[in-house]
């Protein structure tokens, strides 16, 4: 009877791993034919990763290639382009540092709104005029002016020390006008002759504190 028993669950457990190779081997077959859904791309964005503290890479970006058809290409964006959406952004963060949270709080609205966009289209005419080896030393400064400095942040060959821009605000006080905070830049084109204006904003009739406080 033992004898019997043993036999009969050989058998089964025969039958059973003979069916479930077969299954596998039928789900195979029957999912081989399907097609594979295509990876997801990116659209038409500028799309950086962060190398290190001081270094940005590009992935590659995608654009159709008319607007009556799905089909895109592949393009890589000009480092000159990466670099000035980076600074965009820097400028924007130097400056709320600079700021303090009592200045930030009344001109943040302002600033992006005018001043930012201006900022921008002058740093890319600056930055256009860079040649592909000047590109590898360019750096940025970190550390913005307190108390009554004007500094804001400089671009700066990391060479030869030289700035290529220096973007700064000035505390006015036209007369019977209150304070005003206005932004400028200067630049080498001009070997930081000229003083350009991107705006001024309108603090207030009492005395704005100190930057960074």
Same mark, same amino acid.
């Given at each position: 009877?033992?004898?019997?028993?043993?036999?009969?669950?050989?058998?089964? =457990?025969?039958?059973?791993? @003979?069916?479930?190779?077969?299954?596998?081997?039928?789900?195979?077959?029957?999912?081989?034919?399907?097609?594979?859904?295509?990876?997801?791309?990116?659209?038409?964005?500028?799309?950086?990763?962060?190398?290190?503290?001081?270094?940005?890479?590009?992935?590659?970006?995608?654009?159709? $290639?008319? $607007?009556?058809?799905?089909?895109?290409?592949?393009?890589?964006?000009? =480092?000159?382009?990466?670099?000035?959406?980076?600074?965009?952004?820097?400028?924007?963060?130097?400056?709320?540092?600079?700021?303090?949270?009592? @200045? =930030?709080?009344? @001109?943040?609205?302002?600033?992006?709104?005018?001043?930012?966009?201006?900022?921008?289209?002058?740093?890319?005419?600056?930055?256009?005029?860079?040649?592909?080896?000047?590109?590898? $030393?360019?750096?940025?400064?970190?550390?913005?002016?307190?108390?009554?400095?004007?500094?804001?942040?400089?671009?700066?060959?990391?060479? =030869?020390?030289?700035?290529?821009?220096?973007?700064?605000?000035?505390?006015?006080?036209?007369?019977?006008?209150?304070?005003?905070?206005?932004?400028?830049?200067?630049?080498?084109?001009?070997?930081?002759?000229?003083?350009?204006?991107?705006?001024?904003?309108?603090?207030?009739?009492?005395?704005?504190?100190?930057?960074?406080?």
């Amino acid at each position: 009877m033992l004898h019997w028993m043993k036999r009969s669950l050989l058998v089964t =457990s025969a039958l059973l791993s @003979i069916g479930l190779v077969t299954s596998g081997h039928d789900y195979r077959e029957a999912h081989a034919e399907e097609p594979r859904l295509p990876k997801a791309t990116y659209d038409d964005r500028v799309n950086i990763y962060k190398v290190n503290e001081n270094e940005y890479g590009l992935f590659h970006s995608v654009i159709p $290639t008319s $607007t009556a058809t799905d089909k895109y290409i592949h393009r890589d964006v000009s =480092s000159a382009d990466v670099f000035n959406s980076y600074v965009k952004q820097f400028a924007y963060d130097m400056s709320m540092l600079k700021f303090g949270d009592v @200045i =930030s709080d009344k @001109i943040k609205e302002p600033f992006e709104e005018v001043i930012v966009p201006q900022l921008s289209e002058v740093l890319e005419e600056t930055t256009n005029h860079l040649t592909a080896e000047q590109w590898k $030393t360019v750096k940025l400064s970190t550390k913005p002016a307190d108390g009554l400095g004007e500094k804001i942040f400089h671009l700066y060959n990391e060479e =030869s020390g030289e700035d290529i821009f220096r973007f700064h605000v000035r505390r006015d006080q036209p007369p019977k006008k209150g304070y005003w905070f206005n932004f400028h830049y200067h630049t080498y084109l001009d070997k930081y002759e000229g003083h350009h204006s991107l705006g001024s904003i309108y603090w207030g009739k009492n005395s704005p504190p100190k930057w960074m406080s």
